[in-house]
């Protein structure tokens, strides 16, 4: 393990202070050291990639200039820190950011130019660190930014996977996978520490001892080796830390006589071992094999985490003092990022327990005093529940842990709550069904977190009313809301410069990117015809880069001064791209029909779909095929193509958002109500002066209610009608609208091509069934789609009273910045104090 034991760097002797360059010339000079003295190609190349990886390596040096700072002020105050786990990130581009936050931009971009670069041409050149999925994993990197930003001690802790999520490309079969080897070269910005290295067991089995101390023994042990990544904040010197584990064996772990008895493979079994638990991000799970990988990653994050927690907590107590256990919850916050890292509570207990030699008394409360649970998800595929069996063998004295938690609190609910009796099945965390025994991972949380909390105000209301309704009733005060927010640093200030810079001078201040509050200041001007024409150019100018991305990835001409209309987000039936796809069709259907002149007077559009469907999920690909079968015909039928088109953008990921998000002006959120938690894409489309369309779903309701209602396309039924209308349907009640009968119509009659659709479309049909019956109530809100996207087109007509919704969607979005919704967690969950680095 890590231990400070032995000497530390000499206070007498002063390290030489690494120059850091401040003008341009300067800094030149720093980016050709770099390129020549820390060379990774061939010597005197200084093509974009070259001109990359050096200017990386020369922000580097500042960042950790001020990272050593943050760690050392942090180790000298010791206040109580968060530390976030979570198992996905979705960091996107680091240099942009880095540049921004250091407010060294200018300097970087003049230096690069003097070297015959621009900037924004080598941030390009940059692979996007993809170790998530989707909105979870980008809220866990948001939320970083935030936290450094608002100088709070945390980390954030996750897996170092080798390939993250998987590129999507696009073929006459739709999508296929193909793996992301980002680290195919080198990440600049990553630091290995040979000193923070822990071993992590997996099987073996538990060992008690005569004075009845138990203690797990056996099995593999790999090693977690940490790569810390820098998280500057904005304008500030604090420096945080994202802190990924990379899975190895160890030293010993590699047996030469079986080598040189050419064994090769048994020689290096744990070498090849270790290597597949951080290989990839979300292994599939349809094999026993799969399901044990992804346990053992999650276990991998939990464990070795929390021994490094542990031993910073050890580390800093004062030299002469005892550790003070009691202390603990008051110098450190844990965060679950949804159920991923559960195995946090149990091996919390057992580190402990069976490593510190705690009572299972002392152990329980230090845990329960110390982790926080935020629940994402009511889809009950999405809640996970591990085989008991796995878990035996995996874990077997986190099992050990976990029965006894459930057996504590099964006692404590007959005594305390005898009424619950008839309610004890579903609460417990061990659901002991002899034909599939599982451990419910939420259940675990719940009764073990002090908090738990959803991520938008209608999520966390569900939550309480339906999901943990129980457990509600038990303990009030355990669940919160902490609507979800986005970085305005990543999300406006450094995506949409143009737009950034109006605000800048409307406001004549640029303190918004800090306080997004103050947007709302915007609103006075929303009907200044100076400001809208200013605001309609940026607009313009950011559809025009869009409009040439598109050509550029998918070889459509889209037409800037068409409507653009934009869905991107993980394809999904409940997010429901396909109720998109079909008022696409039905509009192009109309559009056929029409006369010459009758043409001319609607609002042209470009729809714009993008996301990727996981793997193994045959609906979700169908519909990425469908989108993509309705363009090729749409969008070359000379009749009707520059009145409609229709796009799936490939390879969604952050730069590419980055790239969508300020040339949007309506984007798509519509999702049946009460099944997406939070959304987050919303946020960041109304902050770019998007209008959005959409259901009273996740944090669509608290964004119209922000923006005002006027300047919100709503339509389709409330969360609360949902189970009375699927019922209905159940029981052959539902009577589809004719629009959405000829829409499917039109695409069983060959309209889009010979693939068979059938399945899709009949997803929508009969009477019931997951998956089937129209589940997702696509067939109930078609009508009001349709007639909300009719009132899409009129307002459209009306460009001023577009510009000024627009400017009033920015103006409203002051609450959905990340440092709202940090602040909030800290000062209502983790109860931690900002301790900004001195600046002098
Ligand atoms: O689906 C949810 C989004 O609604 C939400 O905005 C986001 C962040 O809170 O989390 C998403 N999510 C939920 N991703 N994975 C899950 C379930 O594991």
Redesign the pocket.
């Known amino acids: 393990a890590a231990t400070t034991a032995g000497a530390k760097i000499s206070q007498k002797i002063p390290s030489v202070a690494y120059p850091l360059a401040e003008e341009p010339t300067e800094i030149a000079a720093n980016i050709n050291y770099h390129a020549q003295y820390s060379p990774h190609f061939s010597p005197f190349k200084f093509e974009p990639e070259q001109a990359f990886y050096a200017t990386a390596e020369s922000v580097r040096d500042r960042l950790i200039k001020q990272w050593n700072e943050t760690y050392s002020h942090y180790h000298k105050v010791n206040p109580k820190q968060t530390y976030y786990l979570s198992m996905e990130y979705l960091q996107g581009r680091a240099l942009t950011n880095a540049v921004g936050n250091l407010d060294v931009q200018d300097a970087y971009a003049d230096a690069l130019k003097q070297l015959g670069h621009e900037l924004e041409n080598i941030v390009e050149q940059e692979k996007d660190a993809a170790l998530g999925?989707?909105?979870?994993g980008r809220?866990a990197s948001c939320f970083l930014d935030s936290m450094a930003t608002l100088n709070l001690p945390a980390w954030g802790y996750g897996l170092r996977y080798k390939y993250g999520l998987f590129k999507q490309r696009i073929t006459k079969a739709g999508q296929e996978e193909d793996a992301d080897d980002w680290l195919e070269k080198f990440s600049p910005w990553e630091v290995v520490r040979h000193d923070a290295v822990y071993p992590v067991r997996f099987f073996g089995q538990v060992e008690v001892n005569p004075s009845g101390s138990r203690k797990w023994i056996g099995g593999e042990v790999i090693q977690a080796v940490a790569y810390d990544v820098p998280i500057p904040g904005y304008k500030t010197k604090n420096t945080n830390s994202l802190r990924l584990w990379e899975a190895k064996a160890g030293a010993d772990d590699f047996d030469l006589f079986q080598f040189n008895d050419g064994q090769y493979e048994a020689a290096a079994l744990l070498h090849s071992r270790a290597q597949q638990i951080c290989a990839v991000l979300y292994p599939g799970d349809a094999t026993e094999n799969g399901k044990l990988l992804r346990l053992k990653q999650q276990f991998f994050l939990c464990s070795a985490s929390l021994q490094d927690i542990i031993g910073r907590f050890k580390e800093r107590k004062d030299e002469k003092d005892e550790i003070q256990w009691s202390e603990f919850p008051s110098k450190v916050a844990v965060q679950l990022n949804?159920t991923?890292p559960t195995l946090a509570i149990p091996e919390l207990m057992r580190l402990l327990m069976d490593d510190e030699g705690l009572g299972w008394d002392e152990a329980w409360n230090i845990t329960t005093k110390t982790i926080a649970y935020t629940n994402?998800?009511v889809?009950p595929e999405?809640l996970e529940k591990w085989s008991q069996a796995v878990m035996w063998k995996l874990l077997p004295r986190h099992m050990e842990i976990i029965e006894e938690i459930d057996k504590r609190f099964i006692a404590m609910v007959r005594s305390a709550r005898p009424d619950l009796e008839d309610k004890v099945h579903g609460l417990c965390v061990l659901d002991n069904n002899p034909q599939k025994a599982v451990v419910r991972m939420a259940n675990l949380c719940v009764v073990s977190a002090h908090t738990v909390n959803g991520?938008a105000q209608l999520h966390s209301d569900i939550l309480k009313s339906e999901l943990f309704a129980d457990y509600v009733s038990i303990w009030p005060a355990k669940f919160q809301n902490k609507t979800?927010g986005i970085t305005p640093r990543r999300w406006l200030r450094f995506c949409n410069p143009e737009l950034s810079h109006i605000i800048t001078k409307w406001l004549k201040t640029d303190q918004w990117v800090t306080n997004l509050d103050l947007l709302v200041n915007l609103r006075q001007f929303a009907d200044n015809s100076e400001l809208q024409s200013e605001w309609e150019l940026a607009k313009l100018a950011s559809k025009q880069r869009l409009a040439k991305y598109i050509l550029q990835v998918t070889g459509v001409s889209i037409d800037p001064n068409t409507l653009f209309d934009i869905q991107v987000k993980r394809i999904h039936e409940y997010k429901r791209q396909l109720l998109n796809v079909l008022g696409a069709v039905y509009r192009y259907k109309k559009l056929k029909e029409m006369s010459t002149e009758d043409r001319k007077n609607t609002t042209p559009r470009t729809i714009m779909i993008g996301g990727k469907a996981f793997a193994t999920y045959t609906n979700a690909k169908r519909i990425v095929k469908l989108v993509n079968d309705v363009g090729a015909v749409v969008n070359t039928d000379p009749e009707v193509n520059s009145f409609l088109k229709v796009v799936f953008v490939p390879n969604y990921n952050v730069s590419v958002a980055e790239m969508l998000i300020p040339g949007s002006e309506l984007s798509q959120h519509i999702s049946t109500a009460g099944m997406?938690?939070?959304?987050?894409s919303n946020m960041k489309f109304a902050l770019n002066g998007c209008l959005i369309i959409g259901t009273l779903d996740?944090?669509n309701v608290e964004i119209r209610e922000e923006i005002g209602v006027d300047n919100f396309f709503l339509f389709g039924a409330t969360a609360d009608e949902v189970p009375r209308l699927r019922k209905e349907r159940e029981n052959g009640m539902f009577k589809p609208d004719p629009r959405f009968e000829e829409a499917k119509q039109f695409i069983r009659s060959g309209a889009f091509g010979s693939y068979d659709y059938n399945p899709l479309l009949e997803s929508l049909e009969g009477n019931s069934g997951y998956g089937r019956g129209d589940y997702f109530l696509v067939g109930y809100d078609f009508p009001s789609y349709m007639d909300a996207q009719e009132r899409v087109d009129e307002a459209y007509k009306d460009r001023k009273r577009w510009t000024k919704m627009s400017i009033l969607s920015t103006a409203g979005s002051g609450k959905f910045s990340s440092d709202r919704t940090i602040a909030q967690y800290a000062d209502e969950i983790w109860k931690i104090n900002e301790c900004p680095v001195p600046l002098a």
């Open positions: 999925n989707g909105g979870l809220l949804d991923h994402h998800t889809l999405a991520v979800n997406e938690a939070s959304g987050t996740g944090a």
